[in-house]
């Protein structure tokens, strides 16, 4: 079992709708990523989290705002997003800051559709 | 051009195959190079780490890295129905500020 948890698994909202994507690590890992990922593609990189701060943000529309409570979480509010944002959103977490190794772990994702 | 290519595939092998998965790349700055395995309907999981150059084995797998050719490999020996899954190679380097680059992923069927 993977130990980056991240809820809800499914989600389907409407194009007014707010929602929140949230993920969990307990690995003591100090940076939390979110990708996303569409069918037959590789993940691409919307936000990195060092110690709770954003320290990457890769142009993503500001439909998407990320929040980082503490170390341990990582949450992804949605609003007023379009159908071409239904994709898998991925949470991540390393143990070193900004994973210049490449060893990052990830949950399961989260299955967003939007109506 | 891509920093990063990979065959899509789909590739099908039998049960019990020798699978050979491969990458090529165009920074020199990448110092780093990951395997990841994901299963439909999953998230990626990380499956070898290689710094630099040379070869690194784990169980069945292997993974080699030919930084004079830009060139990373991955082959699984005695290939089972449980390795079907997508193959993402990704890079990495100390100038890229945290970010992976992945590879399109190759689609492996290993069937019985």
């Known amino acids: 079992d993977t130990e980056v948890t991240q809820t809800p698994k499914h989600l389907v909202m409407g194009m007014t709708n707010k929602k929140s994507l949230k993920c969990e690590q307990h690995?003591?890992?100090?940076?939390m990523y979110w990708y996303k990922q569409k069918a037959k593609k590789p993940p691409e990189l919307m936000f990195v989290?060092?110690?709770?701060?954003?320290?990457i943000n890769e142009s993503v529309p500001s439909r998407f705002s990320p929040e980082c409570p503490n170390s341990s979480l990582l949450n992804l509010h949605l609003h007023a997003l379009q159908p071409e944002d239904s994709a898998l959103y991925l949470c991540?977490?390393?143990?070193?800051?900004?994973?210049?190794?490449?060893?990052?772990?990830f949950g399961e994702g989260s299955r967003l559709t939007v109506l | 051009q891509k920093e990063v290519e990979q065959d899509p595939g789909p590739l099908s092998v039998p049960e019990g195959a020798i699978v050979s998965l491969n990458c090529t790349y165009s920074?020199?700055?990448?110092?780093?190079f990951m395997w990841y395995r994901q299963y439909s309907r999953k998230g990626p999981e990380l499956l070898m780490y290689?710094?630099?150059?040379g070869n690194k084995e784990d169980g069945r797998f292997t993974a080699q890295v030919d930084k004079s050719s830009k060139y990373i490999s991955l082959f699984i020996r005695d290939s089972q129905p449980s390795d079907s899954a997508t193959y993402l190679c990704?890079?990495?380097?100390?100038?890229?500020?945290?970010?992976?680059?992945f590879g399109q992923g190759t689609e492996l069927s290993v069937k019985p």
């Open positions: 991540a977490s390393s143990q070193r800051r900004l994973a210049n190794t490449g060893e990052l772990f």
């Open positions: 690995m003591g890992h100090r940076a």
């Open positions: 989290y060092s110690y709770e701060k954003l320290s």
């Open positions: 920074n020199s700055a990448f110092q780093y």
């Open positions: 290689t710094y630099s150059s």
């Open positions: 990704a890079m990495s380097g100390n100038n890229q500020g945290g970010k992976l680059i």
